[in-house]
C-alpha cells in the first residue's frame, strides 16, 4: 500500500517542481519568481523524506533539516535585494 | 671524526645567522656594524680552523642529515682539501673585505644593508662548497646568484649598478638552469644526488649516452658564473657595485664558483676528448681575449675586472687539460690569483676613493703621494705579471709548462703559442696598471688631492700582498695545502710535484721571458696601439645584450596581449579551445577503454530534476542579460544539485552544497548591488555566434566525458577501496569524506584553509583599497541609491533570525560532532553557523551586528589555522611526522563510551577557519554599500516593541498633521 502512495506523493511533487520551474521562468513580477523558488525549497525537503522512507533510511534527514533551515534565507536576500538594494544594511 | 662533522653545517649557516644583526646593530653605530658582521665569520673561521688539520691529514669529514630522503635531497656536508681551500678562500678574503668596507663605504650609504647581503652570498658560498649533496648544491648556487644581485646593485640610485645587477643575475640564473638540468641528469646516470657517491661513479657517467648533454649543460652553467667566453660580459658591467664587492665576488669568490665545479667534477667528468676540446679551448679563447682587452681598458676596475676573465679562462684552461699535474697548477694559481687580485681591486678602490676618478687617463704620479699604496699595487701588479719571487710567478710558470706540451688537433705549437700571447698581454696590462698609475710626473688635475688612506683600508690589501710574497720567496709553505686540494681534485694518487722557484732551463722559462719583453714592448706603445683599438669595430656585448632582452621582452607582452589582453570571454575561448583540442589529442590516442558498464533506469523524479537543469540552464542563456533573474535561475539549479548528491548517496556533499549554494546567493547578491542590473551588448553577432560555438563544444565535451568515464573503467585502480578499509582502523571514524579530509589528505586540507583564509583576506584588502579609490568616491557620491521600499529592519525578520540563533547553532555544534562517524563536519558545521551569523546581520544591520562581534573575523581565521596547525604539530612530541593522526575511547561514567581523536581539534580548525573567512568576505563586499554619514541604527529594529505608545501617539500626531494638511 505505501508504495502505492510514495508513488502518488512522488509523482506530485515531481509536477510540482515543473510548475515551479514554469512560474520561476513565466511570471507577472520577481516577486512570483522568488516565491517559486521558495515552493520548490519546499517541495525538495518532501522529496526528500519521501526518498528517505523509499529507502528505509534515515541518513537523508539531516539534508532535509538543513534545506529547511537555511533554505529560507536565501529567499529572505531575494526579497531584501528586491526591497532594499543593499541586503545588509 | 663524527664529532668534529657537525660543525660543517654550522659553519655554512654561522653567515646566515650573521646576515639577521647587522641591519639592526646599525643603530649602534658603524663600527659596532661592521664588528657584527665580522663574529660570525670569525666563528666559522675558528671552526674551519679545528677541522683543518684532519684534512690535511687526509682525511674526510662528513656529515648528514636526512631532510627529502624520497626526492634524494639531504643536508650533506663533506670537508675535503678542496672544500677547505674553498672555504677559507671565502671567509678569509670576507674578513678582510667586511674590515675594508667599514672603511671604504661613506655615511652615505646604508652599511647594514651592506653586510647583510654580504653575509647572505659568503653563507651561499660556503654552502656550495661544503655541499655533499648537488641538490642542495644547486640551491645555495642560485642563493649565490640572488645575494650577489643584491650586492652589485647596492647603490640602487645608479642605473649602471642595477642594470649590471640585471645582466649579471640573467646570465647566471640562465647558466643556474642549465646547471639544474645538466646535475638531474647527471644524479639520475648514478641514481644518487650525493656527491661523493657520484664522484665513485666516473665509467658509468661516460659510459653513458648523456654524458655529453649533462656535460655541456654543466658547463653552460660554470662557464657563466665564472664569465667564460661567450658569456664573459656579465662580469665588467658588474664593476658597477661597490668595489668591496668587486673584490670579494668577482676576484675571489663567486666567479671562482664555475671553476669551483669543475674542479669538483673533475674526477667524473674530464680526461675526455670532449672535456678537453670544450674546457681548454674556451678557457684558452677566454684567456688571450680578455687579456687583450683589458690592456685597451681605461677604467681600472675595467681593466681588473677583464683580466679576471682572462685568469679565470688560465685557470679553466688547466682544468681543461685534465691532466694531475694541470689539476695541481690550476689550484695553485687559485689561491695566487685569489691573493693578488683582490688586492689590487682593493688598491684600485682606494685610488678611486682617494683621487676620486679611475680613469687611467687622469692619473699617474700617485708613487709620491700614496707610496704605500703604490708599494702594495706593485707588488701585486708584480705577481700578476707573472715576475719571480712573487706567487703568481710559480703558477704561471706551471700553466706555461702545462701548456708547452699539450697538443691541439695534432698541432703541438697552437696552445704553447696563444698561453704565451695571453701570458704576453697579462705582463702589459699589469705593467700598464704600475706605469700609467703610480709612475711618471705628478699631475696638477686629479678631482681631488690623493693621499695615503688610514691603516684600516690598506691592512686588507697590505695583508694579502704580505702573502703574495711569503708564498713567491718560500712556495713551500703553500705545498701542503695545493697537495691536499689537488689530490681532492684528482680524486686519487698525485704525480710527483714540488713548488719551487727554480726549475731550470725549461721551455716555461723561455715563454716566460717571451712574454714579458713582449709585454713591455707592448706597452711602450700602447699609444699608438690604443686608438687604433678603440676604431676598430666590435660587438659590443652590452648593446646585443640589451637588444636581446628588448625582443624577448616585446615578444612575451605580445604573446601575453595576444592570449589575455583583459577580456575574460576571449581568454574563456582560448582556454577553452585548448583544453579541448588536448582532450581530442587524448582522446584519439585511444587510451580511453569501452563502456563496461550498464546506464542505470532512469526514473521518473530524477528524470524531471534532469529537465529542471537542463531548462534551468537554457533559461540562463535566454535571460542571461537580466541579472536578478539569472540568479534566481543559479538558486534552482544549486538545488536540484543537492538533490543529485542525495540520490547518488553523497550526503556530505549535498550538506555542503546546501550551504554554501545559500552563502553563495548571498555574495552574489552582495555583489550585485554594485553592478548593473542587466548586462549590455557588448559583442557583435558574429563574435557571439563564435563564443556560442565554443561554449558549446567545452560542454558537450565535457558531458561525452563524464559519461565515458561513468561508463568505462579506470586506468588505474581506484584508491577508494583503501580509503573504505582503513578509515575505520587507521583513522577512527566511519564517515569516510570526513576521515579523508581530516586525517588522509589532512596536509590538503591543511593548505587549502589557509588558501581560504588568504583569499578572504584579499577580498577585505581590495574592497578596503576600492573604498579607499575612485570607487569610493563613486559610491560616496550616493549613485548607488536604488529604491528603499519597506522596512529597514522589520520586526518579523528580526524576532525570526533571533530565534533560529540557537537552534542553527545547536545545529552546528550536531553537525560538528557527528562528522567523524556521519555525514557532517567542520566544513559543513562552519557553513551553518555562518549562515546563522548572517542572518542577524540581514535582519538588524551591519553596525548593529558588529558591534556585538568581539573578535574580529582575521583573528577567527587565524585561530583556525593555528588550531590546525597546532594539532598537526602535537605528533611531533609522540614522535610522528606533521599531522600524523591519534584517536582513543574514553568513557567517563554517566556517559557512554565515545571516541576522541586528533582529528577533531584539526576540525575545529577548519570549522573556525570556515566561519572567518566567509564571514570576512560577507563583511568586506558589506561593508563597501556603507557610506559617510550614514546614521547608524542603535536598536535591533525599526520599531521599539517596548515603547509603542510613544510610537502610537507619534503616529497619531502624523495622522492628525496630515488631516490638517
Known sequence: MIHYALIFAFAC????????????????????????????????????????????????????????????????????????????? | MESIGTFLPLIAMMPFVGALFPGLMIQAGRNVCAMTAAVPTILAIIMLTICAPAVLDGEVLQFSLPWLPSLGLNVNFFLDGLGLLFAGLILGIGILIILYAR??????DPMGQFYTYLLLFQGAMVGIVLSDNILLLLIFWELTSLSSFLLIGYWKHLPEGRQGARMALTVTGMGGLAMIAGMLILGNIVGSYDLTVILENKDAIQASPLYLPALLLILVGCFAKSAQFPFHFWLPHAMAAPTPVSAYLHSATMVKAGLFLMARMWPVLAGTPEWFYIVATTGLITMVLGAVIALFKD??????????????????????????????????????????????????????????TRDIKRLGGLRHL??????????????????????????????????????????????????????????????????????????????????????????????????????????????????????????????????????????ALFMSAIAVAGGALVLSIHSVLAPRWDAAPRPEAKQIFDAIARTATVFSRWLTDMLHNGSLSRFAAIFAVAVIAAGL???????????VREPLEIAAVPAIAWALLVLCSLGMLVFHRNRLLVLILMGVVGLIVSLAFIYFSAPDLALTQISVEVVTIILLLLALNFLPKVSPKESSPGRRLRDGVVAGAGGLAVAGLTYAILLGDFAQESISAFHLENS???????????????????????????????????????????????????????????????????????????????????????????????????????????????????????AWAVARQRVPYHTTIALGVMAACFTGVGAWFAGRPFLTSDFGYVTIPPLEKFELATAMAFDIGVFLCVIGAVMLALDSLSSMARRAGETVNQLPMDIDPARRSVANATDKMAVAAGKEA
Open chain 2, 728 to 846: 575505520y582502523s587507521g583513522g577512527g571514524g566511519t564517515n569516510v569524506v570526513n576521515v579523508i579530509l581530516v586525517d588522509f589528505r589532512g596536509y590538503d586540507t591543511f593548505g587549502e584553509i589557509i588558501v581560504l583564509g588568504i583569499a578572504a583576506l584579499v577580498i577585505y584588502a581590495l574592497s578596503q583599497s576600492v573604498l579607499g579609490g575612485a570607487g569610493g568616491r563613486w559610491l560616496a557620491s550616493g549613485e548607488l541609491d536604488s529604491k528603499k521600499a519597506g522596512d529597514r529592519h522589520p520586526l518579523m525578520m528580526v524576532i525570526a533570525s533571533r530565534v533560529m540563533m540557537p537552534i542553527a547553532l545547536m545545529a552546528g555544534v550536531y553537525i560538528f560532532l557527528r562528522g567523524h562517524n556521519e555525514p557532517g563536519g567542520g566544513f559543513i558545521a562552519g557553513l551553518v553557523v555562518a549562515i546563522a551569523l548572517v542572518m542577524q546581520y540581514m535582519a538588524s544591520g551591519f
Open chain 2, 299 to 356: 677604467d681600472l676596475k675595467a681593466l681588473l675586472a677583464f683580466s679576471t676573465v682572462s685568469h679565470l679562462g688560465l685557470i679553466t684552461m688547466l682544468l681543461g687539460f685534465g691532466t694531475p699535474l694541470a689539476a695541481v697548477a690550476a689550484v695553485f694559481h687559485i689561491i695566487n690569483h685569489a691573493t693578488f687580485k683582490a688586492a689590487l681591486f682593493m688598491t684600485a678602490g682606494i685610488v678611486d676613493h682617494e683621487a676620486h
Open chain 2, 585 to 595: 589529442f587524448a582522446w584519439t590516442g585511444g587510451e580511453a577503454g569501452p563502456p
Open chain 2, 370 to 507: 700614496m707610496p704605500i699604496t703604490f708599494l702594495i699595487a706593485m707588488l701585486a701588479a708584480l705577481s700578476m705579471a707573472g715576475i719571480p719571487l712573487l706567487n703568481g710567478f710559480l703558477s704561471k710558470e706551471m700553466m706555461l709548462e702545462e701548456a708547452a706540451h699539450t697538443v691541439w688537433a695534432g698541432s703541438p705549437w697552437l696552445v704553447p703559442a696563444l698561453a704565451t700571447l695571453g701570458a704576453l698581454f697579462s705582463v702589459a696590462y699589469s705593467f700598464r696598471y704600475i706605469v700609467h698609475v703610480f709612475l711618471g710626473d705628478v699631475r696638477q688635475d686629479y678631482p681631488s688631492k690623493p693621499h695615503d688612506p688610514d691603516f684600516g683600508m690598506w691592512a686588507a690589501p697590505g695583508f694579502l700582498v704580505l702573502l703574495v710574497v711569503l708564498i713567491g720567496v718560500l712556495p713551500a709553505v703553500a705545498e701542503p695545502l695545493v697537495r691536499t686540494t689537488a689530490g681532492a681534485v684528482v680524486g686519487g694518487e698525485l704525480p710527483y710535484f714540488s713548488l719551487k722557484i727554480w726549475h731550470g732551463l725549461t721551455p
Open chain 2, 103 to 108: 672603511f671604504y663605504l661613506s655615511r652615505q
Open chain 1, 13 to 89: 511533487f515531481g509536477l510540482a517542481l515543473l510548475m515551479n520551474l514554469y512560474r520561476i521562468i513565466e511570471a507577472p513580477g520577481v516577486g512570483d519568481r522568488i516565491l517559486a523558488l521558495d515552493t520548490m525549497v519546499v517541495n525538495s525537503i518532501a522529496l526528500l523524506g519521501l526518498y528517505g522512507i523509499l529507502r528505509g533510511t534515515t541518513v537523508y534527514f539531516e539534508a532535509s533539516m538543513l534545506l529547511a533551515m537555511t533554505g529560507f534565507i536565501s529567499t529572505v536576500a531575494y526579497t531584501r535585494f528586491l526591497l532594499r538594494g543593499d541586503i545588509i544594511e
